[in-house]
């Protein structure tokens, strides 16, 4: 799929809602005083995708995944979270939710395991907790405080209590901040279970490599707008903009960006007869993409 007609797909203000999406938005508009938060966003996140959704610190991420979670309410347009407005969703509604939120239940007294079997018992078919503590990897801390994890633990304890409940459409807002290395990877392998099980799940995340790693369709917002959605590979044209070919000739790196790598690989290797000397084609990351749609639009 190219980025344009990635583009072409989104729906727009006046459209009707999507009935078989996960979320469906149109016109969402959020105001704090005369300040324009959310302006006008229009967004459907199939069911089964992860979505991420990009954008600088005060774009409206936040404000916006809140309204889908019913905490907070829009002063313009129509929002359904698996068919309902959020602000009457009741009950059965929110307990096929999941919420990972940026600061959870870190500082409890009670046990990690207390903790989670506390939440389950707000749901109707929770997970059993020892079992997420094991999907989580705090088995071992299951006796141990809250208040006594690290904070690469805690926020592990937060994405637990985000998923035994079962849900069928998780939040995950910022989920892997403070993970090591080793646990970022450990996370991604559980969202993307959660995934084959057939859970929707919105992230917001400023970590670029997760969001390729994990969604399947990306959107940047920035200033309250929808800039673009696309799956990763295609953001910002990256897949069909220009390739930079490098290589190390006469003492000196040399690049030239080509529309043609294979072509002018080719012909380099005919000059050098064989390997060309240090190598490397490169098309924009998914961090140039971004920066560039962010900076277009400061
Ligand atoms: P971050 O990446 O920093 O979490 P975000 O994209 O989630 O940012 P929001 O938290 O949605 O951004 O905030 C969008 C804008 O609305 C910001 O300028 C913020 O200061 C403002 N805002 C958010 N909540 C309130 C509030 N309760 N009262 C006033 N302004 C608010």
Not at 70 to 85: C, I, K, P, S, W
Not at 112 to 128: F, G
Request: with cysteine; glycine share 10%; proline share 5%.
């Amino acid at each position: 799929m190219t980025a344009s007609s990635a583009a072409a797909v989104r729906p727009r203000t006046g459209e009707a809602l999507d009935p078989d999406a996960a979320i469906s938005i149109r016109g969402l508009v959020k105001r704090y005083g005369d300040f324009v938060a959310v302006d006008g966003l229009d967004l459907d996140i199939r069911r089964g995708e992860i979505f991420a959704l990009l954008g600088p610190n005060g774009a409206g991420k936040t404000t916006t995944v809140e309204i889908c979670e019913g905490y907070r309410t829009q002063d313009a347009g129509a929002v359904h979270v698996l068919g309902e407005n959020p602000s009457d969703g009741g009950r059965r509604w929110k307990a096929q939710l999941g919420i990972v939120l940026q600061s959870g239940a870190g500082d409890s007294q009670l046990t990690c395991r207390e903790l989670l079997q506390a939440q389950a018992s707000y749901y109707p078919d929770p997970r059993d907790p020892d079992e997420v503590l094991g999907l989580v990897g705090l088995t071992e801390k299951a006796k141990s405080r809250a208040k006594t994890l690290s904070g690469g633990q805690r926020r592990r304890l937060d994405v637990a209590l985000g998923i035994v409940g079962r849900p069928t459409l998780l939040f995950l807002d910022e989920p892997t901040t403070g993970f090591d290395p080793e646990a970022r990877r450990q996370f991604w392998s559980l969202i993307r279970s959660l995934r084959d099980l057939g859970t929707t799940m919105l992230l917001t995340t400023h970590y670029l490599d997760e969001a390729e790693a994990l969604a399947d369709r990306v959107g940047v917002i920035a200033r309250g707008r929808l800039v673009e959605v696309a799956v990763p590979s295609a953001l910002g044209g990256r897949e069909t903009a220009p390739a930079v070919v490098s290589w190390h000739e006469d003492g000196a790196r040399r690049s030239e960006a080509t529309s043609f790598p294979t072509a002018f690989v080719r012909e380099l290797a005919g000059r050098f007869q064989g390997e060309i000397p240090e190598l490397s084609v490169a098309r924009p990351t998914l961090e140039d993409v971004y920066l560039q749609m962010i900076g277009e639009r400061s």
